[in-house]
T-cell receptor, first 113, second 111 residues
Framework: QQQVKQSPQSLIVQKGGISIINCAYE??????FPWYQQFPGKGPALLIA?????SEKKEGRFTISFNKSAKQFSLHIMDSQPGDSATYFC????????????FGEGTQLTVNP | DGGITQSPKYLFRKEGQNVTLSCEQN?????MYWYRQDPGQGLRLIYY???????QKGDIAEGYSVSREKKESFPLTVTSAQKNPTAFYLC??????????FGPGTRLTVL
């Protein structure tokens, strides 16, 4: 049972464009929603995270939008750069599970120069 | 520098062999995790440990074993019972907050 579904599987964007990756979750007990960035052959690194008491969080060019009623959240990358080309994973966890994360399937982002 | 180290970076295993992947952290984190990554499937939790001398099965524990004898170390053994072990294995740790810090990974290939 896939508790966190992510789309699209791959995304190609031109430099300067907006990249949008979407995730949907099923378990209403989830209360922490991070996004991880992973470069080839490396471990994932935390990019930005949100809790359900806010609808949006912005850090630099990266924004998470959160819709609690729809059980959806998305990552927006503004002014996308070739250096943003990586695989992005959404994830979710609940307070009782600490940092045991349930991951989405991942989105491979390519930003063309 | 604080962080998580995993070794080896690449590992080759013959069928029927057990192999052990190393994970060490100097972040003084209580909790450690092992995830498996396959193309197009995201990361799946194998085992986790919230404190020394205690560990719990994750979603895909069959064919794997772990130990947690020291706070900084959480080795993973891939046994011959794991039918499809070829994958990228990631170790992570956390303390207090929900943020998990990941190591650089070990790529295991069965020959």
């Amino acid at each position: 049972q896939q508790q966190v579904k992510q789309s699209p599987q791959s995304l190609i964007v031109q430099k300067g464009g907006i990249s949008i990756i979407n995730c949907a979750y099923e378990n209403t007990a989830f209360d922490y929603f991070p996004w991880y960035q992973q470069f080839p052959g490396k471990g994932p690194a935390l990019l930005i995270a949100i809790r359900p008491d806010v609808s949006e969080k912005k850090e630099g060019r990266f924004t998470i939008s959160f819709n609690k009623s729809a059980k959806q959240f998305s990552l927006h990358i503004m002014d996308s750069q070739p250096g943003d080309s990586a695989t992005y994973f959404c994830a979710a966890s609940k307070e009782t599970s600490g940092s045991r994360l349930t991951f989405g399937e991942g989105t491979q982002l390519t930003v063309n120069p | 520098d604080g962080g998580i180290t995993q070794s080896p970076k690449y590992l080759f295993r013959k069928e029927g062999q057990n192999v052990t992947l190393s994970c060490e952290q100097n972040l003084n984190h209580d909790a450690m995790y092992w995830y498996r990554q396959d193309p197009g499937q995201g990361l799946r939790l194998i085992y986790y440990s919230q404190i020394v001398n205690d560990f719990q099965k994750g979603d895909i524990a069959e064919g794997y074993s772990v130990s947690r004898e020291k706070k900084e170390s959480f080795p993973l053994t891939v046994t011959s019972a794991q039918k499809n072990p070829t994958a990228f294995y990631l170790c992570a740790s956390s303390q207090g907050s929900r943020e998990a810090f990941f190591g650089p990974g070990t790529r295991l290939t069965v020959l």
